[in-house]
């Protein structure tokens, strides 16, 4: 199981977010499609939402940093 991590650090604050805003839309179309019928590999979803927690994290990090 050995997943690459995601480069979170080489993405700026504008990436960050459409990159977030990306995988929240993704999510949404892959837990509605399993809904309806379910998905070959439904593990996907966990892996998207934790992807979703990581990108979420570093862009709080970020908003601490700033203000600190």
């Known amino acids: ?3 690459d991590k995601l480069d979170l650090k080489g ?3 504008q990436e960050l977010k459409e990159k977030l805003s ?3 839309l ?4 892959i837990t509605f499609s399993h809904a309806i019928t379910p998905i070959e590999n439904p593990m996907s979803i966990r ?3 934790r992807q ?3 990108l979420k994290t570093e ?3 970020r ?3 700033a203000k600190a």
């Open 1 to 3: 199981m050995a997943k």
């Open 47 to 49: 892996s998207l939402r």
């Open 52 to 54: 979703i927690a990581q």
């Open 22 to 24: 990306e995988e929240q």
């Open 63 to 65: 908003e601490l940093g």
């Open 26 to 29: 993704r999510l949404k179309k």
């Open 11 to 13: 993405l700026s604050d």
């Open 59 to 61: 862009q709080r990090k």
